[in-house]
C-alpha cells in the first residue's frame, strides 16, 4: 500500500505536512464551531475537533511508513 502511495507521488513530507495541518485544523474547527461554549453546540463542536485531529497520528505513520521504504523491490 505505501509503495503504491509513494508510486503516486505521495511523498512522506506531504504526509508530515498534512498531520501538522490537521493539528491546526482540529484548533480552528473547535474555535470556530462552538467549542468554547457549554452545552450541545459546544461539546459538537469539540467532537468535531477532536476527529479532525486524530488524523494527525495516521499521517505521521504513512510518512514514517513512506520514510522507511527501500527503494528496491
Known amino acids: 500500500m505505501l509503495r503504491k502511495l509513494k508510486a503516486l507521488g505521495f511523498s512522506a513530507n506531504l504526509s508530515y ?4 495541518a490537521s493539528v491546526i485544523g482540529s484548533i480552528i474547527v473547535w474555535l470556530t464551531q462552538g467549542g468554547t ?4 453546540a459546544g461539546a459538537a463542536g469539540e467532537r468535531l475537533g477532536i476527529f479532525v485531529g486524530l488524523w494527525a497520528p495516521t499521517f505521521m505513520a504513512i510518512g514514517n511508513g513512506i ?3 527501500s527503494d528496491t523491490k
Do not use: K, P
Request: proline share 0%; charged share 25%.
Open 17 to 20: 505536512a498534512l498531520g501538522f
Open 37 to 40: 461554549d457549554g452545552g450541545e
Open 67 to 69: 520514510d522507511n521504504l
